[in-house]
């Protein structure tokens, strides 16, 4: 295990750690390490600068408003999502760690151009989420989830993409909010960095993140209620329903964007859904880019993730862009969701 940060002590002392310091350490604990994982690391932080950069300049950059096009989920494509959909291809296809990547705004894998090497990493990401709250300035984010590829020897493919999440070697976000943030676990526990940007460097700043075990807010679209299961309106009934003895009724909180919901839960604890509905059988959320890369977050950090069926990172996806209800958050309150919604 390399710097565990099981005390106040050891957490006191990698404060002020870089991003690259944090990564090189681990890698010293890793016998054999090539470097390629610090690398790849090193590419993703380097993306979420420049498109932390240009999110914050947005509005005098004309960067604001959609490219009148439409993606692969039907949705209207946002200038700012293709500006971060191509600064992640720019920073990770040359470097020779990814041998193939995914973007929810392409529609089938992104092969690397054959002039650069191929890496043993395959790399999926939602370059922009939250695209409805670009233009409003609130906080948006990049997800991104990180696997091994299946087909050391031939052409990598769809199949190298279709891995459940429980494979997953590592995952997580980075936040465009009041501070840029990046967050990630690579299953040694949960470690938040912000960016200084007069330094233009990620510090440790949220060491080992623990979600709490029972939160006290719910954040879910109610606006969706009327396509809801009975079950799921009756769940959300009884969150909102007093009961001093067991912290009930819990507060309200929506953003609208992913990461942004998902960070609040993570750091205060509480529970978010994008529940399946008559609308969206399977949910809204993307299963490969969206939501397991937040369960495999949620599980490091002590909470858990749900389909309402199924754990997230037990399903096998069959499809590249495929969605799936979700639960997350704090163990107890996805436990209390689960036991209410699920049908089987
Ligand atoms: P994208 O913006 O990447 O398409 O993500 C989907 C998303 O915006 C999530 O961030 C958010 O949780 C959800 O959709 C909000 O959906 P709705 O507007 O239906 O509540």
Redesign the pocket.
Known sequence: MWPTMVDEVSKAEHYGWTLERFLLERQRSFPGATGEFTQLFQQLALAGKIISSRVSQAGLAGLLGHTGATNV?G?TVQKLDIFANNTLIRCLESGGQVCLMAS?EVDDPIPIPTRYPRGRYVLMF?P??????IDVNISIGTIFSVHKRLSPGDDPGLRDCLQSGSRQVAAGYIIYGSSCMFVFTSGDGVHGFTLDPSVGEFFLSHPDIKMPERGKTYSV?E??ETVWDARVRDWVGWLKTPDKQHGRPYSGR?I????A?FHRTLLKGGIFA?PADAKNKNG??RLLY?AAPMALLAAQAGGLASTGEQAVLDVVPTELHQRVPLYIGSKLDVQDAVERVRKS
């Open positions: 989920q949705e929810e939602d922009l989420d939250g695209s409805t709250n679209n606006g969706n929506y609208g964007t992913l990461v919901d994008y809204k959320l969206e």
